[in-house]
């Protein structure tokens, strides 16, 4: 066996190669990083929102209850279980069609965070039969009915 006194025997990385390791090693780190932190703040927000979407959702169910028109026109206060009370509004009117009703709900409710009321607004459409006027009622089935065949006759 001849061995060469000149020949080098490469046993280990070279700089350019460790470099570059460690390059992808901390781009790696940061990108997981950033992914951990928008994790762990999402988680944060849901259970801060999770509470006050709760709040909301009583008062909503209190309010579409309703079945009365009086009881909605002077709207009302409910007690939450982590906002205190809240009060809400409704205003509606009629659609176009027979017994729908567009209810616009608005809520005040205590925001916490700021220590302020913050309102909320939301749209509902209801089936209330009995708060349509029956003629009103009668003259919007015609007119659906007229639309209805309208149409109908317009496809043959």
């Known amino acids: 066996m001849i061995r060469r006194a000149n020949s080098r025997v490469s046993t280990g ?3 350019v190669e460790v470099m570059m390791a460690m390059a992808l090693f901390g781009i790696a780190v940061v990108a997981f ?3 951990y932190i928008n994790v762990i703040n999402a988680f944060a927000a849901i259970q801060v929102d ?14 579409l209850i309703l079945q009365d028109v009086e009881d909605l026109e002077e709207g009302g206060e409910v ?9 809400w ?3 509606y009117e009629p659609t176009l069609v027979a017994d729908l009703f567009k209810l616009t709900l608005f809520m005040e409710i ?7 009321m913050r309102e909320v607004v939301e749209t509902h ?15 919007l089935q015609a007119d659906t009915r ?7 006759s317009g496809l043959d």
Not at 56 to 62: A, N, P
């Open 13 to 15: 990385f070279t700089l």
């Open 89 to 91: 509004r409704v205003e």
């Open 125 to 139: 459409y209801l089936t209330r039969p009995t708060w349509s006027d029956p003629v009103e009622r009668a003259t």
């Open 146 to 152: 007229d639309r209805l065949l309208e149409k109908q």
């Open 50 to 63: 999770q509470a006050f979407e709760q709040d909301l959702t009583l008062v909503r169910q209190q309010v």
């Open 79 to 87: 007690f939450t279980g982590s906002h205190g009370e809240a009060t």
């Open 110 to 116: 205590l925001d916490p965070e700021k220590d302020m």
């Open 33 to 35: 990083s950033g992914a």
